[in-house]
């Protein structure tokens, strides 16, 4: 079964706070892709980062990193210094080479970043 | 700036009426797709298509059907629309490869109100 959980529905923090938005993962897939989408307000889902399951690397992207650890199946994402245009909702996806293919998305966490 | 364009941010539509959703891509891309996201349920994936003429059923097809005629345009239709499927509609689409392997492309979405 592939299924994605983000567990944190709704997080606030404060301007220049650093935030991390767990996602973990589940798949029987030995192949398998992990992405990161960013919903802002308008409404439309912007690509942030594509992960393949041979690739542990950690990434790192201006304020934006991503730790992924087969180990525990998660791809988390921290925010550091946020800012009040990260406030949006990100979603975790997960596909795989036997998902039929379809992209299997968490309900998402919804962020709110405080001035 | 590459685009995927849905007709109608907002939709308010009577139990019943057949419903037409409409999607367009302007980067040739091969696969197209129709979600529709509910809070505290992310995305759920209604129809794919991988190529002109074709479709495939996602996870909640039932009183959905799609149309591709062209490769641009992928249609979502609600046969006789009913207030479950009160909604936000959003369409992707993805370039070549298998779709699972690449990022999605996201329009601002249409948020429908069946009444």
Known sequence: AQKVTQAQTEISVVEKEDVTLDCVYE?????????WYKQPPSGELVFLIRRNSFDE??????????????STSSFNFTITASQVVDSAVYFCALSGTNTGNQFYFGTGTSLTVIP | DVKVTQSSRYLV???????????????????????????????????????VKMKEKGDIPEGYSVSREKKERFSLILESASTNQTSMYLCASSGGGPPTNEKLFFGSGTQLSVL
């Open chain 1, 57 to 70: 690397q950690n990434e790192i992207s201006g304020r934006y990193s991503w730790n992924f650890q087969k």
């Open chain 2, 13 to 51: 539509k009577r139990t019943g009426e057949k419903v037409f959703l409409e999607c367009v891509q302007d980067m040739d891309h091969e696969n197209m797709f129709w979600y529709r996201q509910d809070p505290g349920l992310g995305l759920r994936l209604i129809y794919f298509s991988y190529d």
């Open chain 1, 27 to 35: 798949t029987r897939d030995t192949t398998y892709y992990l992405f």
